[in-house]
């Protein structure tokens, strides 16, 4: 089936109105009325943005998604579909619009990890007893053909439910993750062209990408949110389940593979250094590449720009492998792994990374303090809505915090501080003054509240010798980036504070939802 310019034409426009119209409504909305009890992440709240953004980007996809699928095919393009099709088209519409609504359901109130994967096993275990499944394929450079038999079931849904997450993973800076779904949707028009449904509904995608982009790229003013990344993430899954047939099935799946490289190479370092150190593997944080390109000192908009063009090489990476078919697959993973080093090989946090017998002895040191930490945590968390006020919640944190090696713990909540000098086991209450610690001996750490810029939790920990020397030489200890490869203990430092922080801010949160109020001292 040839794609008709007409139809190309008419698909775009049709997913850009409805999302560059609707979204300043949605914002509007967002502003004016709406309020939810949904807790903010705290590994999203160390953004560019002081206000809160809408999470609710994911509507206008669900409704441009809904637009096409309901138009009379037969009069505006002169085609129908194959009663054949039907069953399996329908079951596409039913199961996207399910993973949309569980993932919009997490966006207003909140869900659990566990309810969302369970949800996610359902609608995957549905959308494959409803026809669209990976049930034969053929092997690369063979003519063998390998029947999956009742093995079918299990890699439909782990297919599914790995590019559900794949796009919700890589949505940690504004306008990446719209712009890399984009690129996948026009993936999709090529590798889809066999069939009616999928060029439409991926041209369709592209108009709203294309909208949607306009209020994502940084600053964003809306995100996609839990909603928006599962949709996109099972539809592009779903699509190339829909467009797949014998012979060429293998080529359909690994084609969008390649434009998810980026996700796909973060998400394996993250459950590589997570499971080293002791973390639980699906735990989020902030490590992943866009963070350590952030942390580098690269604007959001450059490291964005950088994915864009990292993806597009990718993209013509899936376009080769599709079209021909598997002939030269050699080739093109040659190509991609030569990409990857390439690019991996100027940052020097991606070296550590790889340097693989450095990395695991520095984990397997650590390992036990973090999970030392992560219980303590699970107690804090728990204390934070039975605490009688936020003071008691913060003494508990010293209490852990002493216990995790740091020397010093200052808290400001709406404006009030108070330091705790944990050396001393004392607490000094104060508004403004200098630090007491010579500043060539500490490293600082500091995580702000979500979605309450005037409170933050502050951490200092002594250097090892060879640091301070290399602190008291740059006279500053809130940048210790510039020579963090000399400073030995900073990477321990650096998770047991991050989840120290993570566990004070749940139970600072808990307490304002049990108390109805905003926490101070």
Known sequence: METNSDQVLFCLMLGFCVSYMLIPKIIEIWQNQLKFDRPTDFHHAHTSHQAPVPRLGGLVFAIAFVAIYLLPTDVLFGFQFNPDSKVE??????????????????????????????????????????????????????????HLGLWAWPITVMWLVAMTNLINLIDGVDGLAGGICLMLMV?????????????????????????FLLYNFPPARIYLGDGGAY??????GGLSLYSSQKGTIIAALIAPLFVLALPVLDT??????????????????????????????????????????FTAIF????????????????????????????????FSFSRKWFSVGNTLKKSLHSREEIQYALTQIGWLTLEGARARNPEKICHDTAFIARKLGFNRLRVQLSGQE????????????????????????????????????????????????????????????????????????????????????????????????????????
């Open 418 to 521: 108070q330091t705790w000098d944990l050396t001393t086991k004392s607490c000094n209450h104060r508004t403004t003054g200098p630090q007491d610690v010579a500043v060539e001996e500490v490293v600082v750490f500091r995580h702000g509240l979500p979605e309450h810029p005037e409170s933050y939790i502050e951490l200092e920990a002594f250097a090892p010798a060879a640091a301070r020397d290399i602190a008291a030489s740059d006279k500053t200890t809130k940048s210790p980036d510039a020579d963090r490869k000399h400073l030995e203990a900073y990477s321990k430092f650096e998770i047991l504070g991050e989840i120290l922080a993570e566990g004070w801010t749940k139970a600072i949160i808990g307490w304002q939802k049990q108390n109805q109020r905003t926490a101070s001292f």
């Open 231 to 236: 949709f996109l993430g099972f539809l592009i």
């Open 315 to 346: 993209l013509a990476l899936g376009l080769v492998f599709f079209w021909w078919r598997q002939q030269y697959f050699p080739i093109v993973f040659g190509v991609a792994t030569l990409t990857i080093i390439a690019s991996a090989y100027g």
């Open 89 to 146: 088209r329908w079951t596409l519409f039913g199961s996207a619009l399910a993973m949309f609504g569980l993932g919009f359901w997490d966006d207003l109130r909140g869900l659990g990890a566990r309810y969302k994967l369970v949800g996610q096993l359902i609608i995957a275990s549905i959308t494959y007893w409803g026809g669209l499944g990976i049930y034969e394929f053929k092997i690369p450079l063979t003519d063998h053909f390998v």
């Open 268 to 309: 394996s370092l993250a459950i590589v250094r997570r499971g080293l150190q002791g973390l639980p593997l699906f735990r989020p944080d902030r490590k992943h590449i866009h963070h350590r390109l952030l942390q580098s000192g690269i604007s959001r908009r450059d490291v964005v720009l950088g994915a864009y063009a």
């Open 187 to 211: 993936l999709m028009v090529v590798v889809g062209n066999n069939n009616h449904s999928v060029p439409m509904v991926a041209e369709t995608m592209a108009g709203a990408l294309l909208g």
